[in-house]
């Protein structure tokens, strides 16, 4: 069992930042490819961000590309999403999801752990 535990979400006005962060543990992270979900109220899940096992590769959707930026820190088993210029339409809770998979997936049915989310809300 991997525990997963998401922090840094809260309240910031738009045009601000924050930074999330994902603690692991219970198992090897390592190598896992790691990703950020969110969902907003009334809305479907939606892939936001994913990072490769080592951290030598990201993938972004198209509506937070320039503005987030995801890392990881395999020594500390922590993934980042550092969130910049964010927009009330970022509003949502925010989780993050590991795997065996490629860093490339997008399809949160395909990530085996998850943690429990956090809130980020961006008034305008």
């Known amino acids: 069992q991997v525990q997963l535990v998401e922090s840094g979400g809260g309240l910031v006005q738009a045009g601000g930042s924050l930074r999330l962060s994902c603690a692991a543990s219970?198992?090897?992270?390592?190598?896992?490819?790691m990703a950020w979900f969110r969902q907003a109220p009334g809305k479907e899940r939606e892939f936001v961000a994913s990072?490769?096992?080592?951290?030598?590769?990201?993938y972004y959707a198209d509506s937070v590309k320039g503005r987030f930026t995801i890392s990881r820190d395999n020594a500390k088993n922590s993934v980042y999403l550092q969130m910049n210029s964010l927009k009330p339409e970022d509003t949502a809770v925010y989780s993050c999801?590991?795997?065996?998979?490629?860093?490339?997936?997008?399809?949160?049915?395909?990530?085996?752990?998850w943690g429990q989310g956090t809130q980020v809300t961006v008034s305008s």
């Open positions: 999801a590991g795997g065996s998979i490629s860093y490339r997936n997008t399809n949160s049915g395909t990530y085996d752990y």
């Open positions: 219970g198992r090897t992270f390592s190598r896992y490819a």
């Open positions: 990072i490769s096992w080592s951290g030598g590769s990201t």
